[in-house]
């Protein structure tokens, strides 16, 4: 879990993702049969299958994370930002932080906190300094902030930090590439750039290998705490293998295999639905002539804000599965 914590403190808000490019690179560049960069910033881990009947599996997890960005610097120093990805207005306000260079602030409200309404703007933050040529020494248009939120392991098997959407995803691939070292397939393990902005670093990358497979590795919303939304998925319960969500539909006969691959191995599953959000498994779906796709989550409570909460239990679950998966003769794509 090391690694895990590691891998959420670095920064990476959408479209400013090399710290944790270079740092997972790092972490693997011996075990890969070949590391590729693209122009965008996609990392793809390509590691040779020994299987006679092999398929190119597509693994994607995406490197960054929700952050904010500096539209403006006011006269009395105050900091306008928008959100990069979707941020709760409400988890922002008072958070901490912190930008590039290491400069940490205060999100406030310019009005009372019950009158912030769903405005991004009516927050500002505040850095301390009060003038804005002292701000530009620090913080200036374009910058780019993530929320601070340390790494707590807290009771119950339970974790909290920031970015575990989705470093937890980066995580669960990485271990699985240690794990299985080389597996039956093809497996390309894609730390997909800019996926909270719209899916984009795994549209190109899908392009690139035209898998037969792809399979997302990200989170999914809990719904077992009254101010969720409706749904069945639990913490503490098993990895989440997706059914559907507003932008992709999976493909049934990888789920059914993934199910009895659980079964067979003792792995505790439980069926994700979800009706407000979607995964890099969309723009894989939807890459070349279609690409049966699906996704392996971990569920998640107070995702996109700087403390959600994810069980250890569920991300084992999650990394033996994928585990199983890449190592599993697919019949069904014969
Ligand atoms: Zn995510």
Redo the contacts with the bound molecule.
């Keep these: 879990m090391e690694l895990f914590a590691q891998l959420t403190q670095l920064f990476g808000p959408s479209g400013y993702e090399s710290r944790v490019r270079e740092f997972i690179k790092n972490e693997l560049k011996d075990l890969a049969d070949e590391i590729i960069e693209d122009a965008i910033g996609n990392l793809i881990v390509f590691k040779k299958g020994y299987g006679e009947n092999k398929k190119k599996i597509m693994l994607s997890g ?1 490197t960054d994370e929700i952050g904010v960005q500096v539209i403006k610097v006011e006269d009395n120093g105050m900091i306008m930002v928008k959100s990069l990805g979707s941020s709760w207005i409400y988890t922002t306000y008072q958070s901490r932080v912190q930008f590039k260079n290491g400069t940490i602030g205060v999100v406030a409200s310019r009005v009372r906190p019950d009158k912030i309404d769903d405005k991004f703007t009516n927050l500002y933050v505040d850095i301390g300094l009060s003038k804005k040529e002292d701000v530009l020494k620090l913080v200036d248009v374009g910058d780019a902030g993530v929320y601070m939120g340390s790494f707590e392991t807290l009771a119950g098997d339970y974790i909290t930090a920031k970015a575990i ?2 470093r937890v ?1 980066c995580y669960m691939m990485m271990e699985t590439l240690k794990n299985v070292k080389s597996a039956y397939h093809d497996v390309y393990y894609v730390f997909a750039v800019q ?2 902005v719209g899916c984009r670093g795994s549209k190109v990358t899908a392009a690139r290998i035209k898998p037969d497979l792809g399979i997302a590795v ?2 999914t919303p809990g719904h077992d705490r009254p101010g969720d939304l409706e749904g069945s998925n639990t913490l503490g319960n098993g990895t989440a293998i997706k059914i559907s969500d507003t932008s992709v539909i999976c493909d049934e006969a990888l789920n059914e295999l993934m199910f009895a691959l659980c079964k067979e191995n003792n792995i505790p599953y439980q069926k994700e639905v979800i009706y407000v959000g979607g ?1 890099d498994a969309s723009s894989m779906n939807m890459s070349g002539y279609g690409v049966k796709a699906g996704a392996v989550s971990v569920v998640t409570r107070y995702t996109h804000g700087p403390n959600a909460i994810v069980n250890k239990k569920d991300i084992e679950a999650s990394i033996s599965l994928l585990s199983k998966l890449v190592d599993t003769k697919l019949e069904f794509l014969v």
């Design positions: 995406h959407d989705d995803g996926e909270e990200d989170v995964t």
